[in-house]
């Protein structure tokens, strides 16, 4: 589905991606950690088209997305989850929420597709006049994967969807991340919280100084000796 071809991406001089290969397949939970300043959320921000990719290539079901607008990318089914939330705290959680269907006309779609999002998170139905800064944070991540999920995407990227939050929480959104991806949803997840991706993960990459030291499938990453002193400890 996803195909990164050594992409390579810079932030004025600075070098955050240098070369990175990395590989999702449809149904798949892919996962990449790495320590802070890594490139984790860097490569995210390369896909949706929120940074710019200096060479190499992106490819999305066999088109190359590179550099192509961040709107364009939604509109092909990539919805991005970015790290720190992002919602829009002066609108109530439904206009957040309708701001994930921007590119839908039909009503009757709209509501559907918000029946479902009320199906992983209850919560956001009580609240649907509530300001959105006005909001725990963990209701915050509810609300931004809500936004998300408006837009029926096929790939979900989420950066740090734990970050912050209460254990119980995060147990919560780790059993909604595969929840949704049972229905069908792939899912390509960034996660400081190694233990917990690696756990739902089918695949996982370790990303290093924006290079790609290790991968492997979920177990054979949690049992290796050197991701487990470097994350796990």
Known sequence: MLQLNNVETFYGGIQALKGIDVSVNKG??????GSNGAGKSTTLKSISGLAKVKTGSIVYNGTDISNKPAHETTLLGIAHVPEGRRIFPRLSVKENLLMGAFSVKNKKVIEKRMEKVFHYFPKLKDRLEQKGGTMSGGEQQMLAIGR?????????MLDEPSMGLAPIIVEQIFEIIKELNEEGITILLVEQNAYQALQVAHRGYVIQTGEIKLQGNGYDLITNEEVREAYLA
């Open 148 to 156: 998300a999920l408006m837009m029926k995407p096929d790939l979900l």
């Open 28 to 33: 798949e939970i892919v996962t990449l950690i």
